[in-house]
C-alpha cells in the first residue's frame, strides 16, 4: 500500500463555479484532447463509431435537477456539476494502490498515476468515492485528472497558459486554478467570498478542489424583501409601477405633463 | 519511497498555425497545433476578438472532425437508386463536365430551373455573387428555417438585431434577459458575456419554455408556454407604459415615436407616415404646433398632440400606441394562462426592468454630436439588454414577436447606449439601406441584382406578369412578402409539387435536406425519389451536393461534390458577408489551409468555393473569365484578395492597397493573405471614442462608417415603431393600389401585416383541436453539437449520442410513464414512436428533444446499430412544411406570414404510452455508406515532433 506525504508545499486545485457553469462540455472535450496526446496512454474511444462507444474521460459534466417542495419555492433548478479528481489531502485511492503507481507529490500536493508501474487492478478506482477515476480500455491503465501537470510547469507554453486545460477553455470563466493552500491566493479568496464547498465532506477524504454553490434563484432581494412584507397582498410593486394613467386617454394626460418637463 | 520521474516540460508541437474554428458558425479562431506535419492540437487563439482564448466542446474536438472517417474521398456519380447511397468515384473533370453540360443548356434556355441552395454556408456573398452571375433568380442560403423573423424584424426595426449585428454592452449591463435562446448561436461570446455579468453580480432572467443551460444558470426562470413570446413581451409594453416606465427623450429624438400617421382611412395614404410634398415624414413642431419635417432645423418633435386638417384627425405614433398597448387586452392578468406565467411574476419582471433601466441609469461622460450638429455632454445609458434568437423566431407569429422585442427595447431607451443593445459594424443599417430583391431571370444573362433583400411595399415583390411566384420558394411574394432570407425549406416541396413551376438542377452546399434539415423528412425523401409518370424521369430530374462528409443528402444526390474539411481550405468571413465585428471594432478573418487537402486515399477532395469558381470558368460566366479565355480567378483564395464588389471594396477589408494601409476601403492587395496569417488570421480596427454609442445618429460614426467604406454616405435614421411596409401591405389588401393580393390572402394579411407588434396564436394551434394534441414539442441543438456534424465526432457522440423525449412531470404521472419507457407522439401529420425522459424543469405543456441527433443508418460512417441510428430520432417527420389542410385547396405553407419562416416551434401533439422497443419509429431503411464504417478503436496520440 503506499504512502500519503506528511504535507505538501502546495495544494494546487480547481475552484469550480456552480453557479456559472452552464454545462457546455467544453472542459470535458479540451481535457480529452490535451491529456489524449500527453501525459501518460492516450485517452482510447472503444467502438468509437458503433453502438456502444466507450471512451476514458478524466473530467465529465453531469446534470441535476432540484425541485423545491412547494410551488412558492420557486420553480425546479438544473445545476451543471462537472466533476474530475479532487486531488484530496487524504485520498484513499493512494494509500489502497499495492504498487506505489497512485501517489501523491508533496511539492503540490497533485494525485497521479505512474502508468509503467500501474498493473490495472482497479483499486483506487473502488476506493475513490467520487467515481473521478477510469480505467484505459485499450491500455488497461487508470487515468484520472493529472491537474495538465504536463502544462501548469511547461516551459515551452507561454507563461498566461499554464494552467489546466480545462480551465483555458472555458468560456463562462466557471473555473479557476490556484494554490488553495495559500489563504492569500486568489482561488482562496473566492472561496471565502462565495462559501466554497467541498465535496462529500463527510467521506473524510481532504479534497483540494471547491465547489462555489449557486447563488440563490428567484427575484431580485430588493424584490423578495417587499413580497415578505405584503406576502399575499397584490401591490409589492411601488414605487417602480405605479400607474400613471389607467387608459390611452390618461395615458396622454401623463405625457403632456411629462413632456413639459422635458 | 521512490517518487516516480516525469517531465514537467514536454514540447507540446512543432508549429502553431492560426486559422477559423468551423464547428459550428461562431467563427473563433484558433491555434493549431501541428507535430509531424499532423494537427495535433487545438485550441482558442487569445488574440482573436471573438473568443478571447476561450473555445467550445465543438472547437476542441474539431480534431476528431478534421480525421472523420465519414469525410469523402472523390467526387461521385450515383449508380444506384437515389437514396441508396450507391456511387462510383470520378475524376474532377468528369464531374465538372457532367454539371457544366447539365447547366450551361439551363443558362442558355431558362436560368430559373436551375436552383442553388445553401446551409451552413459562410461564403455566402460568394455563392450569390455567383448564382447571379449564372443568372437564377433561385439562391438563399438557410435563414429561412432558422432565424430570419429575427433579423428581418430586427433590421426593419433598428437596423439590426441579436448575435452577428449587435450585442449586450457586456461590461455594464446590470440586468440581462435570454428569450428562447438556440444554446448553440453565438455559443462562445454568450457564454463570455455569461460569466462577464455573473462575476459582476448582474442578474440573468432566461424565458424559456425549457431551463437547460443558459437557463439554468439564470437568476430567475419563466417557463413559458411556447410561441407566447409576443404576448408576454406585449403584456411588459403594457404596464411599464402604463406606469410611464418609458423614455420619452429618447423617443422624441430617435425614433418615430411623434411621427404623424395619416388619419385618413379612406385614403390610400391611411395610416401611413403623413408626409410633406416633398415626400418626407411629418411630425408637430412644439414650437409652432404645426406639421414640419421631422428632420427639418430646429424643429422640436411634440409626441403629446395630436393634429386636426380638414376634419381628420393625424396622431402621433405613440398615441396609436397608447391606443393599442393599454387596453385590458394586455394586461398581465389576461395573458398570464395563455402564456403559463402567472400576472404577479409579469408584473414583477416588469417591475424589475423598470427599476433597473430608470433608477440604474449609467453616465459616460463621453462627449459626442449627433448628425444634427447638437453636441452632447454625456452619454446616457439604461442599463437591461436582452438577447433572442431562434426560440421566439421560429413560430409563424415569430415575426410580430420580434418586432415586439424590439420595440420594448426602443421604449426602454436601451438601444446603442451604455449598458444596452449595442450595433456591430456595418450594423447600424436600416431596411432602407439595403438592397431590394432581384427576379426577372433573362436567358444567358446574369441577374441584374442581387436575390435578397428589403421590400418596402407591394411594388417590391418577385412576381411574374400572371402574379405568381418569380421564385421556386416563394419568396416575396403575398404569402411572406418580407421573406429577406429565402425559404429554403421550401424548395424541394414546390419543386416537386411543380407549384410555382419545376426546376430541372438543384445544387446544395452543406444543407441535409434529406434529413435534419427539412421538416417533413420521410416525405421530403419521396420527393426526392419520385418520378413523373410520363417522363419516367426524377420530378427533380438532377441534384448536385458538395458536402465534406457522407451524409443523408449525399445519398440523394446524382452528382457528389466532396469539400475539404475546415482545417485545408482558405474562406473569408466577410464584411460583405456575416461578419465577426465587435460593438467597438470592425473585424474579418480569413481560413487557410494549416494542412494541405492532399491526404492519402482522399487526394480527390477540393474547397466548393475554387470547385464553384472552376465551373463558372467552364460555364463561361461573367465575372469569371478572362478576354483571353483563362479563368479570372486561380482558385478561392484568388478570389477572396482579388475580387472588387465596388471600386475599392472587396471580401476582406484588412489591409487593403498594395502598401497595406488602406482600411475597408482600398486597391487589392496581393500580400493580403500573407498580413493575416501574420497578424493570427483576422484584422480589427477599433471605432473611435466618440463614436461607440448612439451610432445612427452620431456623427462621428457615420464619418467613419463612410470612411471605412460600410456606406457611401451618412445613413442616419430613426427607429420604426411603427412599419409603414407593412402597412402597405394592408393597404393592398383593403383594396388600394395595382398590385392586388389574391382574395384568399386579403383577410390574413390586413390581420398579420399590422403596422405595430401584434400577437396572435400560432397557426397550427389555431388549425387543430387543442384537447385532441395539448402539448407543444420542441427541439434545441445542445450546446456540444451542432446539427449533423457533430454526431460522427468520436468524442462528441459520447455526450449525446441519442435523444429521448423530455416530458414534464404532469404528463409523465399522467402517461404513468417510468424511466425506459417509449411513447407514441402524434401530430396533425403523423407519428413517431420514440424513448422518453422525465424533466421537471420544463414548462407543464411541452416536451421537447434534442435536435439532429438521430441519424439514418449508413450515414456518418456509423455502424447501423449506431444509437443514433435506433434511439435517435428526428421530430422533423412529424413536422409538416404546410399546414392542415383547410378544405380550401390550397397549400397554405406552415411558415410566418411575413418573413415565410420556418415555424418549426409551433408543432402541437399528444402522446400515447407505447410498449418498450429497441428502435423509434419510423425506421428509414439503411443507405449504403460510401465511405464505409470508421474504425473501432480511435487513440488521438500526436505529440512532440
Same mark, same amino acid.
Given at each position: 500500500?503506499?504512502?500519503?506525504?506528511?504535507?505538501?508545499?502546495k495544494?494546487?486545485?480547481?475552484?469550480?463555479?456552480?453557479?456559472?457553469?452552464?454545462?457546455?462540455?467544453?472542459?470535458?472535450?479540451?481535457?480529452?484532447?490535451?491529456?489524449?496526446?500527453?501525459?501518460?496512454?492516450?485517452?482510447?474511444?472503444?467502438?468509437?463509431?458503433?453502438?456502444?462507444?466507450?471512451?476514458?474521460?478524466?473530467?465529465?459534466?453531469?446534470?441535476?435537477?432540484?425541485?423545491?417542495?412547494?410551488?412558492?419555492?420557486?420553480?425546479?433548478?438544473?445545476?451543471?456539476?462537472p466533476?474530475?479528481?479532487?486531488?484530496?489531502?487524504?485520498?484513499?485511492?493512494?494509500?489502497?494502490?499495492?504498487?506505489?503507481?497512485?501517489?501523491?507529490?508533496?511539492?503540490?500536493?497533485?494525485?497521479?498515476?505512474?502508468?509503467?508501474?500501474?498493473?490495472?487492478?482497479?483499486?483506487?478506482?473502488?476506493?475513490?468515492?467520487?467515481?473521478?477515476?477510469?480505467?484505459?480500455?485499450?491500455?488497461?491503465?487508470?487515468?484520472?485528472?493529472t491537474?495538465?501537470?504536463?502544462?501548469?510547469?511547461?516551459?515551452?507554453?507561454?507563461e498566461?497558459?499554464?494552467?489546466?486545460?480545462?480551465?483555458?477553455?472555458?468560456?463562462?470563466?466557471?473555473?479557476?486554478?490556484?494554490?488553495?493552500?495559500?489563504?492569500e491566493?486568489?482561488?482562496?479568496?473566492?472561496?471565502?467570498?462565495?462559501?466554497?464547498?467541498?465535496?462529500?465532506?463527510?467521506?473524510?477524504?481532504?479534497?483540494?478542489?471547491?465547489?462555489?454553490?449557486?447563488?440563490?434563484?428567484?427575484?431580485?432581494?430588493?424584490?423578495?424583501?417587499?413580497?415578505?412584507?405584503?406576502?399575499?397582498?397584490v401591490?409589492?410593486?411601488a414605487?417602480?409601477?405605479?400607474?400613471?394613467?389607467?387608459?390611452?386617454?390618461?395615458?396622454?394626460?401623463?405625457?403632456?405633463?411629462s413632456?413639459?418637463?422635458? | 519511497?521512490?517518487?516516480?520521474?516525469l517531465d514537467?516540460s !514536454?514540447?507540446?508541437?512543432?508549429?502553431?498555425?492560426?486559422?477559423?474554428c468551423?464547428?459550428?458558425?461562431?467563427?473563433?479562431?484558433?491555434?493549431?497545433?501541428?507535430?509531424?506535419?499532423?494537427?495535433?492540437?487545438?485550441?482558442?487563439?487569445?488574440?482573436?476578438?471573438?473568443?478571447?482564448?476561450? /473555445?467550445?466542446?465543438?472547437?476542441?474536438?474539431g480534431i476528431?472532425?478534421?480525421?472523420?472517417?465519414?469525410? /469523402?474521398?472523390?467526387?461521385?456519380?450515383?449508380?444506384?437508386?437515389?437514396?441508396?447511397?450507391?456511387?462510383?468515384?470520378?475524376?474532377?473533370?468528369?464531374?465538372?463536365?457532367?454539371?457544366?453540360?447539365?447547366?450551361?443548356?439551363?443558362?442558355?434556355?431558362?436560368?430559373?430551373?436551375?436552383?442553388?441552395?445553401?446551409?451552413r454556408?459562410?461564403?455566402?456573398?460568394?455563392?450569390?455573387?455567383?448564382?447571379?452571375a449564372?443568372?437564377?433568380?433561385?439562391?438563399?442560403?438557410?435563414?429561412?428555417?432558422?432565424?430570419?423573423?429575427?433579423?428581418?424584424?430586427?433590421?426593419?426595426?433598428?437596423?439590426?438585431?441579436?448575435w452577428?449585428?449587435?450585442?449586450p454592452?457586456?461590461?455594464?449591463?446590470r /440586468?440581462?434577459?435570454l428569450?428562447?435562446?438556440?444554446?448553440?448561436?453565438?455559443?462562445?461570446?454568450?457564454?463570455?458575456?455569461?460569466?462577464?455579468?455573473?462575476?459582476?453580480?448582474?442578474?440573468?432572467?432566461?424565458?424559456n %419554455?425549457i431551463?437547460?443551460?443558459?437557463?439554468?444558470?439564470?437568476?430567475?426562470?419563466?417557463?413559458?408556454?411556447?410561441?407566447?413570446?409576443?404576448?408576454?413581451?406585449?403584456?411588459?409594453?403594457?404596464?411599464?407604459m402604463?406606469?410611464?416606465?418609458?423614455?420619452?427623450?429618447?423617443?422624441? &429624438?430617435?425614433?418615430?415615436?411623434?411621427?404623424?400617421?395619416?388619419?385618413?382611412a379612406?385614403?390610400?395614404?391611411?395610416?401611413?407616415?403623413?408626409?410633406?410634398?416633398?415626400g418626407?415624414?411629418?411630425?408637430?413642431?412644439?414650437?409652432?404646433?404645426? !406639421?414640419?419635417?421631422?428632420?427639418?432645423?430646429?424643429?422640436?418633435?411634440?409626441?403629446?398632440?395630436?393634429?386636426?386638417?380638414?376634419?381628420?384627425?393625424?396622431?402621433?405614433?405613440?398615441h396609436?400606441?397608447?391606443?393599442?398597448?393599454?387596453?385590458?387586452?394586455?394586461?398581465?392578468?389576461a395573458?398570464?394562462?395563455?402564456c403559463?406565467?402567472?400576472?404577479?411574476?409579469?408584473?414583477?419582471?416588469?417591475?424589475?426592468?423598470?427599476?433597473?433601466?430608470?433608477?440604474?441609469?449609467?453616465?459616460?461622460?463621453? %462627449?459626442?454630436?449627433?448628425?444634427?450638429g447638437?453636441?452632447?455632454?454625456?452619454?446616457?445609458?439604461?442599463?437591461?439588454?436582452?438577447?433572442?434568437?431562434?426560440?421566439?423566431?421560429?413560430?409563424?407569429?415569430?415575426?410580430?414577436?420580434?418586432r415586439?422585442?424590439?420595440?420594448?427595447?426602443?421604449l426602454?431607451g436601451?438601444?446603442?447606449v451604455?449598458?444596452g443593445?449595442?450595433?456591430?459594424?456595418?450594423?447600424?443599417?436600416?431596411?432602407?439601406?439595403?438592397?431590394?430583391p432581384?427576379?426577372?431571370?433573362?436567358?444567358?444573362?446574369?441577374?441584374?441584382?442581387?436575390?435578397?433583400?428589403?421590400?418596402?411595399?407591394?411594388?417590391?415583390?418577385?412576381?411574374?406578369?400572371?402574379?405568381?411566384?418569380?421564385?421556386?420558394?416563394?419568396?416575396?411574394?403575398?404569402?411572406?412578402?418580407?421573406?429577406?432570407?429565402?425559404?429554403?425549406?421550401?424548395?424541394?416541396?414546390?419543386?416537386?409539387a411543380?407549384?410555382?413551376?419545376?426546376?430541372?438542377?438543384?445544387?446544395?452546399?452543406?444543407?441535409?435536406?434529406?434529413w435534419?434539415?427539412?421538416?417533413?423528412?420521410?416525405?421530403?425523401?419521396?420527393?426526392?425519389?419520385?418520378t413523373?409518370?410520363?417522363?419516367?424521369?426524377h420530378?427533380i430530374? &438532377?441534384?448536385?451536393?458538395?458536402?465534406a462528409?457522407?451524409?443523408?443528402m449525399?445519398?440523394?444526390?446524382?452528382?457528389? /461534390?466532396?469539400?475539404?474539411?475546415?482545417?485545408?481550405?482558405?474562406?473569408?468571413?466577410? =464584411?460583405?458577408?456575416?461578419?465577426?465585428?465587435?460593438?467597438?471594432?470592425?473585424?474579418?478573418?480569413?481560413?487557410?489551409?494549416?494542412?494541405?487537402?492532399?491526404?492519402?486515399?482522399?487526394?480527390?477532395?477540393?474547397?466548393?468555393?475554387?470547385?464553384l469558381?472552376?465551373?463558372?470558368?467552364?460555364?463561361?460566366?461573367?465575372?469569371?473569365?478572362?478576354?483571353?479565355?483563362?479563368?479570372?480567378?486561380?482558385?478561392y483564395?484568388d478570389?477572396?484578395?482579388?475580387?472588387?464588389?465596388?471600386?475599392?471594396?472587396? !471580401?476582406?477589408?484588412?489591409?487593403?492597397?498594395?502598401?497595406?494601409?488602406?482600411?475597408?476601403?482600398?486597391?487589392?492587395?496581393?500580400g493580403?493573405?500573407?498580413?493575416?496569417?501574420?497578424?493570427?488570421?483576422?484584422?480589427?480596427?477599433?471605432?473611435p471614442?466618440?463614436?461607440?454609442?448612439?451610432? %445612427?445618429?452620431?456623427?462621428?460614426?457615420?464619418?467613419?462608417a463612410?470612411e471605412?467604406g460600410?456606406?457611401?454616405? !451618412?445613413?442616419?435614421?430613426?427607429?420604426?415603431?411603427?412599419?409603414?411596409?407593412?402597412?402597405?401591405?394592408?393597404?393592398?389588401?383593403?383594396?388600394?393600389?395595382?398590385?392586388? %393580393?389574391?382574395?384568399? =390572402?386579403?383577410?390574413?394579411?390586413?390581420?398579420?401585416?399590422?403596422?405595430?407588434?401584434?400577437?396572435?396564436?400560432?397557426?397550427?394551434?389555431?388549425?387543430?383541436?387543442?384537447?385532441?394534441?395539448?402539448?407543444?414539442?420542441?427541439?434545441?441543438?445542445?450546446?456540444?453539437?451542432?446539427?449533423?456534424?457533430?454526431?460522427?465526432n468520436?468524442?462528441?457522440?459520447?455526450?449525446?449520442?441519442?435523444?429521448?423525449?423530455?416530458?414534464?412531470?404532469?404528463?409523465?404521472?399522467?402517461?404513468?410513464?417510468?424511466?425506459?419507457?417509449?411513447?407514441?407522439?402524434?401530430?396533425?401529420?403523423?407519428?413517431?414512436?420514440?424513448?422518453?425522459?422525465l424533466?421537471?424543469?420544463?414548462?407543464?405543456?411541452?416536451?421537447w428533444?434534442?435536435?439532429?441527433?438521430?441519424?439514418?443508418?449508413?450515414?456518418?460512417?456509423l455502424?447501423?446499430?449506431?444509437?443514433?441510428?435506433?434511439?435517435?430520432?428526428? =421530430?422533423?417527420?412529424?413536422?409538416?412544411?404546410?399546414?392542415p389542410?383547410?378544405?380550401?385547396?390550397?397549400?397554405?405553407?406552415?411558415?410566418?406570414?411575413?418573413?415565410?419562416?420556418?415555424?418549426?416551434?409551433?408543432?402541437r401533439?399528444? =402522446?400515447?404510452?407505447?410498449?418498450?422497443?429497441?428502435?423509434?419509429?419510423?425506421?428509414?431503411?439503411?443507405?449504403?455508406?460510401?465511405?464505409g464504417?470508421?474504425?473501432?478503436?480511435v487513440?488521438?496520440?500526436k505529440?512532440?515532433g
Amino acid at each position: 500500500m503506499t504512502a500519503l506525504p506528511r504535507s505538501t508545499d502546495k495544494k494546487l486545485g480547481l475552484v469550480i463555479d456552480l453557479d456559472t457553469c452552464v454545462g457546455c462540455q467544453a472542459c470535458v472535450i479540451s481535457c480529452k484532447e490535451w491529456n489524449s496526446q500527453g501525459y501518460g496512454a492516450p485517452l482510447a474511444d472503444l467502438d468509437a463509431y458503433g453502438s456502444d462507444p466507450e471512451g476514458s474521460f478524466l473530467n465529465r459534466v453531469h446534470t441535476y435537477e432540484a425541485v423545491p417542495e412547494t410551488a412558492a419555492d420557486g420553480p425546479p433548478v438544473v445545476v451543471h456539476f462537472p466533476k474530475s479528481c479532487l486531488h484530496c489531502d487524504d485520498a484513499p485511492c493512494v494509500t489502497v494502490c499495492p504498487t506505489g503507481a497512485s501517489y501523491k507529490r508533496s511539492e503540490d500536493g497533485i494525485v497521479l498515476v505512474e502508468e509503467d508501474w500501474c498493473i490495472g487492478c482497479g483499486l483506487c478506482a473502488w476506493a475513490c468515492p467520487y467515481g473521478a477515476r477510469e480505467m484505459d480500455g485499450a491500455e488497461k491503465v487508470m487515468k484520472k485528472c493529472t491537474l495538465c501537470v504536463d502544462r501548469i510547469y511547461n516551459e515551452n507554453i507561454p507563461e498566461v497558459d499554464r494552467i489546466p486545460s480545462c480551465v483555458r477553455t472555458c468560456p463562462t470563466g466557471a473555473r479557476h486554478f490556484g494554490d488553495l493552500g495559500d489563504p492569500e491566493s486568489d482561488v482562496s479568496r473566492l472561496v471565502a467570498e462565495r462559501g466554497g464547498m467541498d465535496l462529500m465532506p463527510e467521506q473524510g477524504t481532504g479534497p483540494v478542489n471547491k465547489y462555489l454553490p449557486p447563488r440563490p434563484k428567484g427575484a431580485p432581494p430588493i424584490l423578495r424583501d417587499h413580497a415578505q412584507a405584503d406576502r399575499g397582498e397584490v401591490d409589492v410593486l411601488a414605487p417602480f409601477l405605479e400607474p400613471v394613467a389607467e387608459d390611452a386617454r390618461g395615458f396622454l394626460g401623463w405625457l403632456d405633463r411629462s413632456l413639459g418637463k422635458i | 519511497m521512490t517518487t516516480p520521474k516525469l517531465d514537467p516540460s !514536454p514540447r507540446v508541437s512543432d508549429e502553431i498555425r492560426k486559422t477559423t474554428c468551423y464547428m459550428c458558425a461562431c467563427r473563433c479562431g484558433i491555434d493549431v497545433h501541428l507535430s509531424g506535419g499532423e494537427v495535433s492540437h487545438i485550441e482558442g487563439n487569445r488574440d482573436h476578438p471573438v473568443n478571447r482564448g476561450v /473555445l467550445c466542446a465543438k472547437g476542441s474536438a474539431g480534431i476528431m472532425q478534421h480525421v472523420s472517417p465519414a469525410r /469523402l474521398r472523390a467526387p461521385m456519380r450515383r449508380t444506384g437508386p437515389r437514396g441508396s447511397g450507391q456511387f462510383e468515384e470520378i475524376g474532377w473533370d468528369e464531374a465538372l463536365d457532367l454539371a457544366r453540360s447539365w447547366l450551361a443548356p439551363l443558362r442558355k434556355s431558362a436560368p430559373e430551373k436551375f436552383a442553388f441552395f445553401t446551409g451552413r454556408d459562410q461564403s455566402q456573398s460568394f455563392t450569390s455573387w455567383w448564382a447571379q452571375a449564372f443568372g437564377t433568380p433561385n439562391w438563399a442560403a438557410h435563414g429561412g428555417f432558422c432565424s430570419v423573423n429575427m433579423a428581418a424584424a430586427g433590421i426593419y426595426t433598428i437596423g439590426g438585431a441579436f448575435w452577428e449585428f449587435g450585442q449586450p454592452d457586456w461590461e455594464r449591463t446590470r /440586468l440581462f434577459l435570454l428569450f428562447g435562446v438556440a444554446e448553440d448561436h453565438d455559443s462562445n461570446p454568450i457564454k463570455m458575456g455569461l460569466g462577464r455579468l455573473k462575476e459582476r453580480g448582474a442578474r440573468v432572467i432566461g424565458v424559456n %419554455p425549457i431551463r437547460s443551460g443558459y437557463n439554468a444558470v439564470a437568476d430567475d426562470w419563466f417557463g413559458i408556454t411556447p410561441g407566447t413570446d409576443g404576448l408576454l413581451i406585449l403584456s411588459l409594453v403594457h404596464v411599464l407604459m402604463k406606469a410611464g416606465r418609458i423614455d420619452l427623450e429618447y423617443l422624441t &429624438r430617435y425614433t418615430d415615436a411623434p411621427f404623424l400617421v395619416n388619419g385618413d382611412a379612406k385614403s390610400a395614404e391611411g395610416g401611413l407616415y403623413l408626409r410633406d410634398a416633398e415626400g418626407k415624414p411629418q411630425v408637430l413642431d412644439r414650437r409652432t404646433g404645426k !406639421p414640419a419635417a421631422w428632420d427639418a432645423p430646429g424643429v422640436v418633435a411634440d409626441l403629446s398632440h395630436e393634429w386636426r386638417h380638414a376634419g381628420i384627425t393625424h396622431r402621433p405614433v405613440l398615441h396609436h400606441m397608447a391606443e393599442r398597448y393599454l387596453t385590458e387586452e394586455y394586461s398581465p392578468e389576461a395573458v398570464a394562462e395563455r402564456c403559463g406565467v402567472p400576472a404577479e411574476r409579469i408584473r414583477a419582471l416588469a417591475e424589475e426592468i423598470a427599476r433597473v433601466a430608470f433608477e440604474e441609469e449609467i453616465v459616460l461622460e463621453r %462627449p459626442w454630436t449627433d448628425w444634427k450638429g447638437q453636441r452632447h455632454e454625456r452619454m446616457i445609458g439604461r442599463p437591461v439588454s436582452f438577447h433572442a434568437m431562434r426560440g421566439i423566431s421560429a413560430h409563424s407569429n415569430g415575426f410580430q414577436t420580434c418586432r415586439a422585442l424590439h420595440v420594448l427595447q426602443i421604449l426602454l431607451g436601451s438601444v446603442e447606449v451604455p449598458g444596452g443593445f449595442r450595433f456591430k459594424p456595418p450594423y447600424p443599417k436600416p431596411a432602407t439601406a439595403h438592397p431590394k430583391p432581384t427576379a426577372n431571370p433573362k436567358p444567358g444573362e446574369p441577374l441584374p441584382g442581387p436575390h435578397l433583400g428589403f421590400v418596402h411595399g407591394p411594388g417590391d415583390l418577385l412576381l411574374k406578369e400572371d402574379g405568381s411566384a418569380a421564385r421556386i420558394d416563394k419568396a416575396f411574394t403575398w404569402e411572406n412578402p418580407l421573406s429577406a432570407h429565402g425559404m429554403m425549406h421550401m424548395v424541394i416541396s414546390n419543386a416537386h409539387a411543380g407549384d410555382p413551376y419545376r426546376i430541372d438542377t438543384l445544387m446544395l452546399y452543406m444543407a441535409n435536406m434529406a434529413w435534419n434539415s427539412s421538416m417533413n423528412t420521410s416525405a421530403v425523401i419521396d420527393m426526392l425519389t419520385a418520378t413523373d409518370p410520363d417522363t419516367g424521369e426524377h420530378v427533380i430530374p &438532377r441534384i448536385i451536393v458538395s458536402d465534406a462528409y457522407s451524409s443523408e443528402m449525399v445519398a440523394y444526390a446524382d452528382l457528389v /461534390l466532396p469539400d475539404t474539411t475546415y482545417l485545408e481550405r482558405h474562406d473569408c468571413i466577410s =464584411l460583405l458577408d456575416r461578419p465577426i465585428c465587435e460593438a467597438e471594432a470592425l473585424a474579418d478573418s480569413i481560413r487557410g489551409p494549416v494542412v494541405p487537402p492532399e491526404r492519402p486515399g482522399h487526394e480527390g477532395v477540393r474547397g466548393f468555393q475554387s470547385v464553384l469558381l472552376d465551373l463558372g470558368h467552364r460555364l463561361g460566366l461573367p465575372g469569371m473569365v478572362r478576354e483571353d479565355g483563362g479563368p479570372v480567378y486561380a482558385d478561392y483564395a484568388d478570389y477572396i484578395v482579388n475580387h472588387q464588389r465596388r471600386p475599392g471594396v472587396g !471580401p476582406l477589408a484588412g489591409w487593403r492597397d498594395e502598401d497595406g494601409t488602406g482600411k475597408g476601403r482600398g486597391a487589392p492587395n496581393p500580400g493580403q493573405l500573407q498580413r493575416y496569417i501574420d497578424n493570427g488570421g483576422f484584422w480589427i480596427d477599433h471605432i473611435p471614442e466618440e463614436a461607440q454609442f448612439f451610432k %445612427p445618429w452620431n456623427a462621428a460614426y457615420q464619418a467613419w462608417a463612410v470612411e471605412r467604406g460600410l456606406f457611401d454616405s !451618412p445613413q442616419p435614421y430613426v427607429f420604426s415603431l411603427w412599419l409603414e411596409p407593412l402597412r402597405r401591405f394592408q393597404l393592398a389588401a383593403e383594396g388600394h393600389g395595382e398590385r392586388q %393580393p389574391p382574395e384568399h =390572402l386579403r383577410a390574413r394579411i390586413r390581420e398579420t401585416l399590422d403596422p405595430l407588434p401584434m400577437w396572435y396564436p400560432p397557426f397550427e394551434q389555431q388549425a387543430v383541436d387543442e384537447d385532441t394534441y395539448p402539448l407543444h414539442a420542441l427541439t434545441q441543438r445542445p450546446m456540444a453539437m451542432y446539427h449533423s456534424w457533430g454526431s460522427q465526432n468520436a468524442w462528441l457522440r459520447q455526450i449525446h449520442g441519442e435523444n429521448p423525449l423530455y416530458v414534464p412531470r404532469a404528463v409523465w404521472d399522467d402517461l404513468g410513464l417510468t424511466e425506459g419507457d417509449w411513447v407514441h407522439v402524434i401530430s396533425p401529420h403523423g407519428r413517431i414512436t420514440v424513448p422518453v425522459a422525465l424533466m421537471e424543469a420544463l414548462n407543464a405543456r411541452t416536451v421537447w428533444t434534442w435536435n439532429a441527433i438521430g441519424k439514418r443508418k449508413g450515414a456518418w460512417a456509423l455502424s447501423e446499430d449506431a444509437p443514433e441510428a435506433t434511439r435517435g430520432f428526428l =421530430l422533423n417527420h412529424i413536422i409538416h412544411e404546410l399546414l392542415p389542410p383547410r378544405g380550401d385547396g390550397l397549400r397554405w405553407s406552415n411558415s410566418d406570414p411575413v418573413t415565410g419562416q420556418a415555424a418549426w416551434f409551433d408543432l402541437r401533439v399528444r =402522446l400515447e404510452r407505447a410498449e418498450p422497443r429497441d428502435e423509434a419509429l419510423p425506421a428509414i431503411p439503411a443507405q449504403a455508406s460510401p465511405v464505409g464504417v470508421g474504425p473501432d478503436v480511435v487513440r488521438h496520440a500526436k505529440r512532440g515532433g
